[in-house]
Protein backbone atom coordinates (compact mmCIF):
# COMPACT_ATOMS: atom_id res chain seq x y z
CA UNK A 1 0.00 0.00 0.00
CA UNK A 2 1.07 3.63 -1.13
CA UNK A 3 -0.33 5.92 2.20
CA UNK A 4 0.01 9.41 1.05
CA UNK A 5 1.09 11.72 2.23
CA UNK A 6 4.77 9.81 3.01
CA UNK A 7 4.22 7.35 0.15
CA UNK A 8 4.69 8.61 -3.63
CA UNK A 9 2.77 6.32 -6.23
CA UNK A 10 5.43 7.76 -9.29
CA UNK A 11 8.51 5.90 -6.78
CA UNK A 12 6.51 3.25 -6.40
CA UNK A 13 5.83 2.49 -9.70
CA UNK A 14 9.98 3.54 -10.82
CA UNK A 15 10.91 1.03 -8.11
CA UNK A 16 8.40 -1.56 -9.51
CA UNK A 17 10.12 -1.10 -12.93
CA UNK A 18 13.68 -1.20 -11.87
CA UNK A 19 12.54 -4.56 -9.99
CA UNK A 20 10.92 -5.51 -13.60
CA UNK A 21 14.51 -4.65 -15.13
CA UNK A 22 16.60 -6.50 -12.88
CA UNK A 23 14.11 -9.84 -12.89
CA UNK A 24 14.55 -9.66 -17.22
CA UNK A 25 17.87 -8.61 -18.00
CA UNK A 26 19.91 -9.25 -14.79
CA UNK A 27 18.13 -12.84 -13.69
CA UNK A 28 16.85 -11.88 -10.12
CA UNK A 29 14.35 -14.63 -9.46
CA UNK A 30 13.72 -13.70 -5.96
CA UNK A 31 12.40 -10.70 -3.41
CA UNK A 32 13.40 -9.88 0.09
CA UNK A 33 11.14 -7.40 0.56
CA UNK A 34 10.90 -5.21 3.98
CA UNK A 35 7.93 -6.67 5.49
CA UNK A 36 6.00 -9.94 3.91
CA UNK A 37 6.84 -12.92 3.12
CA UNK A 38 9.85 -13.72 0.41
CA UNK A 39 8.99 -13.74 -3.42
CA UNK A 40 10.28 -16.47 -5.11
CA UNK A 41 8.76 -15.35 -8.26
CA UNK A 42 10.33 -11.97 -8.52
CA UNK A 43 9.20 -11.18 -12.25
CA UNK A 44 5.87 -12.91 -11.46
CA UNK A 45 5.25 -10.68 -8.45
CA UNK A 46 6.18 -7.38 -9.70
CA UNK A 47 4.27 -8.01 -13.12
CA UNK A 48 1.24 -8.55 -11.11
CA UNK A 49 2.05 -5.23 -8.51
CA UNK A 50 2.20 -3.39 -11.54
CA UNK A 51 -0.94 -4.50 -13.37
CA UNK A 52 -2.86 -4.09 -10.07
CA UNK A 53 -1.91 -0.62 -9.41
CA UNK A 54 -2.64 0.19 -12.85
CA UNK A 55 -6.09 -1.36 -12.54
CA UNK A 56 -6.43 0.63 -9.45
CA UNK A 57 -5.14 4.15 -11.38
CA UNK A 58 -7.77 3.27 -14.14
CA UNK A 59 -10.97 2.43 -11.37
CA UNK A 60 -9.89 5.66 -9.77
CA UNK A 61 -9.12 8.11 -12.54
CA UNK A 62 -12.69 6.47 -14.15
CA UNK A 63 -14.46 7.22 -10.89
CA UNK A 64 -13.52 11.31 -11.14
CA UNK A 65 -14.72 11.39 -14.21
CA UNK A 66 -17.95 10.35 -13.02
CA UNK A 67 -18.12 13.04 -10.64
CA UNK A 68 -16.21 11.61 -7.81
CA UNK A 69 -14.52 14.78 -6.42
CA UNK A 70 -13.58 13.40 -2.77
CA UNK A 71 -10.66 10.80 -2.03
CA UNK A 72 -13.69 9.82 0.32
CA UNK A 73 -16.36 9.62 -2.72
CA UNK A 74 -13.67 8.00 -4.47
CA UNK A 75 -13.30 5.22 -1.99
CA UNK A 76 -17.18 4.81 -1.43
CA UNK A 77 -17.25 3.70 -5.51
CA UNK A 78 -13.93 2.00 -6.06
CA UNK A 79 -14.34 0.21 -2.48
CA UNK A 80 -17.30 -0.28 -2.60
CA UNK A 81 -16.96 -3.94 -2.15
CA UNK A 82 -14.33 -4.13 0.52
CA UNK A 83 -14.72 -4.00 4.27
CA UNK A 84 -15.57 -0.39 5.16
CA UNK A 85 -12.96 -1.37 8.18
CA UNK A 86 -10.38 -1.23 5.48
CA UNK A 87 -11.63 1.88 3.62
CA UNK A 88 -9.44 4.50 5.75
CA UNK A 89 -6.47 2.58 4.61
CA UNK A 90 -8.14 3.12 1.00
CA UNK A 91 -8.63 6.44 1.51
CA UNK A 92 -4.50 7.15 1.89
CA UNK A 93 -3.74 4.78 -1.16
CA UNK A 94 -6.11 6.95 -3.05
CA UNK A 95 -4.86 9.87 -2.11
CA UNK A 96 -1.50 8.99 -3.51
CA UNK A 97 -3.28 7.74 -6.25
CA UNK A 98 -5.30 11.20 -7.10
CA UNK A 99 -1.87 13.11 -6.59
CA UNK A 100 -0.09 11.13 -8.61
CA UNK A 101 -3.32 11.38 -11.64
CA UNK A 102 -3.16 15.00 -10.92
CA UNK A 103 1.06 15.15 -11.05
CA UNK A 104 0.67 13.24 -14.72
CA UNK A 105 -1.89 15.51 -15.67
CA UNK A 106 -4.28 12.46 -15.99
CA UNK A 107 -7.17 14.54 -13.93
Known amino acids: MVAHPDGVLGDYLDSLR???TLAT???VRT???GHGPVLA???GSVE???AHRAARLAQV???VEAGCRTAEAV???VYADV???LWPAAELSVRAQLQYLEDHGLI
Open 31 to 33: VLP
Open 75 to 77: VAR
Open 83 to 85: DRA
Open 18 to 20: RLR
Open 41 to 43: DAL
Open 48 to 50: YYL
Open 25 to 27: EHG
Open 61 to 63: ETA
